[in-house]
């Protein structure tokens, strides 16, 4: 079986703040070549948790090769983030500072405490900010508002797969770009291990047969016209078993990571702990509403949630 390559991408730390944790001024670090930029940020801060330790109330600006980073861009080969810090009273008076804040680019730092962005969240949960200047919710907006304008329907199969390949394009166009810049072979990078595939996780598959469950019950519920498969308790036992199901999977690689010595597997553990707490929680809110106003399938919904207790003793312990 081939294993997957790595990238390496440039960090330069433009404060003398940030040199002075880091001990440096550049580095290059590695990161398996399907990683985006969400998870590039999951890996710097579990790399230098010091950063927001040591620097107090301030603010972390960070740019991706000049420019405004989306959580979802696919980063490649040779790719460079700039980061540097302002304290309270310097961010008033840098041009530098109001232009990130205004693109989104800017963290505020609490002390011994680092907040994710907001807008991270719209990339799971059901329901998201919808403000046009998300990062995520902003780009579906005006792929929508251009099929609307094209008299195109934004919710088919055809626009949705116009969109993918649109995304895709570009991405191909800016690696090209980049990679004639700078005169880098993408090709000769060593090899990195792969993780298991889902299935060959044990938890991974006691969390799918709950899931299939799950889809079973709402099937009956959909055949046999119960109102509550309508209802937003609903929505959500559907959307985040889903979502349960594919964060474990995400966590038990970052484990497996971690057992196995590639530093890469800190990045995202934290994160994905987090949101799978907020999964657990959704989902027993729901399940426990759903009992209480429904008398045809009580027992079926108790027992999906009692297997759910069940679940979470090992989920949360990833």
């Known amino acids: 079986m081939k294993k997957p390559k790595f990238i390496r991408i440039k960090i330069i730390y433009l404060s003398k703040e940030l040199q002075r944790i880091a001990k440096r001024k550049r580095e290059i670090v590695r990161m398996p070549d399907s990683s985006r930029s969400g998870d590039f940020m999951d890996f710097f801060i579990e790399r230098y948790p010091k950063i927001f330790k040591e620097f107090g109330l301030g603010y972390l600006g960070f740019e991706l090769n000049g420019e405004r980073p989306h959580v979802l861009t696919s980063l490649k080969d040779g790719d460079r983030y700039e980061f540097t810090t302002w304290t309270e009273k310097e961010i008033a008076q840098d041009k530098?500072?109001?232009?990130?804040?205004?693109?989104?680019?800017?963290?505020?730092?609490?002390k011994g405490k680092l907040e994710m962005p907001k807008w991270m969240e719209c990339t799971w949960r059901r329901i998201k900010c919808e403000k046009d200047d998300c990062p995520i919710c902003g780009k579906i907006k005006k792929d929508r508002q251009r099929h609307i304008e094209r008299g195109e329907d934004p919710d088919s199969m055809e626009s949705v797969l116009q969109d993918v390949g649109q995304n895709f394009k570009e991405t191909l166009k800016m690696i090209k770009e980049d990679v004639e810049r700078m005169g880098i072979d993408i090709t000769n990078v060593e090899d990195i291990q792969e993780p298991p595939k889902p299935e060959e996780f044990p938890l991974y598959?006691?969390?799918?047969?709950?899931?299939?469950?799950?889809?079973?019950?709402?099937?009956?519920?959909?055949?046999?016209?119960?109102?509550?498969?309508?209802?937003?308790?609903?929505?959500?036992?559907?959307?985040?078993?889903?979502?349960?199901l594919a964060k474990t999977y995400r966590q038990l690689c970052n484990k497996w990571h971690i057992e196995n010595g590639d530093d890469y597997g800190k990045f995202n553990h934290k994160y994905t702990g987090y949101v799978l707490k907020e999964c657990l929680a959704i989902l027993k809110k729901s399940l426990r509403g759903l009992i209480t106003s429904n008398q045809s399938q009580r027992k079926e919904l108790d027992l999906i949630l009692s297997e759910l207790f069940k679940l979470e003793k090992q989920i949360t312990k990833i």
């Open 96 to 110: 530098l500072a109001k232009r990130l804040e205004k693109e989104g680019t800017l963290m505020k730092l609490p």
């Open 205 to 244: 598959k006691e969390v799918g047969k709950w899931n299939k469950e799950v889809l079973k019950i709402g099937d009956g519920a959909e055949l046999s016209g119960s109102w509550w498969i309508h209802t937003e308790a609903a929505a959500d036992l559907f959307w985040y078993s889903r979502t349960l």
